[in-house]
């Protein structure tokens, strides 16, 4: 899987969108962008997953560039519970099943 | 819906000593996977289980190991403990096909000290 690159800490302020970037320079193009996020002691979360279209769901939306060598997690009105560890991972669908590559991701702290 | 169920929450063993961690996915979920998540290394894949059969393995010694029943529960099991295996051990389940519309959902873990 494809190696992603994302700032290790972010900070927002409470109701301001938080947008997160991921970096996947080498992403291959059968391979997919997923996010993730881990709060304190808890497991990661499933947020949100694209191939090369923009997606929103009731979470946050995920803009990936056109060349795909980047995307943007979003968090409409950032509340004091999104404050976690967000993951972006690259995954191709196949062999690797359910195996995913986590990084280091981007410790997001939205302050009030 | 339930969610991903892990059993027990916390756990303190003695070194040498074995341990058995218990994972329900969730409800028609037929892969289950297990993840160690360690301050120094982070989130690290360790095998996955479908339809009562390894999958997957990841770079981990023998001496962790998994099994997968007939209803999808899974266990996994580690023997001969190093103070090195304490961790947050995580399971995940999905519906198991390798459709990208089948992302993983984790349990909250079993936290394991080795003393």
């Known amino acids: 899987d494809a190696k992603t690159t994302q700032p290790p800490s972010m900070d927002c302020a409470e109701g301001r969108a938080a947008n997160l970037p991921c970096n996947h320079s080498?992403?291959?193009?059968?391979?997919?962008v997923y996010w993730y996020r881990q709060i304190h002691s808890q497991g990661p979360q499933y947020i949100i997953h694209?191939?090369?279209n923009n997606e929103t769901n009731e979470m946050a939306s995920l803009i990936i560039t056109e060349d795909r060598k980047s995307s943007t997690l979003i968090l409409p009105h950032a509340t004091l519970r999104d404050t976690a560890v967000y993951y972006c991972i690259v995954r191709v669908m196949g062999t690797s099943g359910s195996r995913l590559t986590f990084g280091e991701g981007t410790q997001l702290t939205v302050n009030p | 819906k339930a969610g991903v169920t892990q059993t027990p929450r916390y756990l303190i063993k003695t070194r040498g000593q074995q341990v058995t961690l218990s994972c329900s996915p969730i409800?028609?979920?037929?892969?289950v996977s297990w993840y160690q998540q360690t301050p120094g290394q982070g989130l690290q894949f360790l095998f996955e289980?479908?339809?009562?059969?390894?999958?997957n393995k990841g770079n981990f010694p023998g001496r962790f190991s998994g099994r997968q029943f007939s209803n999808s529960r899974s266990e996994m099991n580690v023997s001969t403990l190093e103070l090195g295996d304490s961790a947050l051990y995580l399971c995940?389940?999905?519906?198991?096909?390798?459709?990208?519309?089948?992302?993983?959902?984790f349990g909250n873990g079993t936290r394991l000290t080795v003393t």
């Open positions: 409800s028609g979920h037929r892969s």
């Open positions: 080498t992403i291959s193009g059968n391979e997919y």
């Open positions: 694209g191939l090369k």
């Open positions: 289980y479908f339809s009562e059969t390894q999958r």
């Open positions: 995940a389940s999905s519906w198991g096909s390798y459709s990208p519309n089948s992302p993983l959902h």
